[in-house]
């Protein structure tokens, strides 16, 4: 119900945009965001846009990253700028709905110093 793209390898400074695709099948979406996945450690928060359309961005992350949508299109991005080593992560798309959390299958980014 969620797909996530636009991850790949990219030189520190370099930039991406993931996408992910969200099921119109999924009603009544409190917020949409992005977490990641670094090897050995817990799943973290990037990025958040709740439904009236407020955002929220990791302290990491705040400057660099943006993320957006279009409710035409039901995808969410996340724009990636200036990327550094320690981006290094599996990044997953997340939605929010009032009765349970959705989770993408995650797309890597790496980041070559």
């Known amino acids: 119900q969620l797909q996530a793209f636009g991850g790949g390898l990219v030189q520190a400074g370099g930039f991406l945009r993931l996408s992910c695709a969200v099921s119109?099948?999924?009603?009544?979406?409190?917020?949409k965001g992005w977490y990641r996945q670094a090897p050995g450690k817990q799943r973290e928060l990037v990025a958040i846009i709740t439904s009236g359309g407020s955002t929220n961005y990791a302290d990491s992350v705040r400057g660099r990253f943006a993320i957006s949508r279009d409710n035409a299109k039901n995808t969410v991005y996340l724009q990636m700028n200036n990327l550094k080593p320690e981006d290094r992560a599996v990044y997953y798309c997340?939605?929010?709905?009032?009765?349970?959390?959705?989770w993408g299958q995650g797309t890597l980014v790496t980041v070559s110093s």
């Open positions: 997340n939605v929010d709905s009032v009765t349970r959390t959705y």
């Open positions: 119109s099948s999924i009603f009544n979406i409190n917020a």
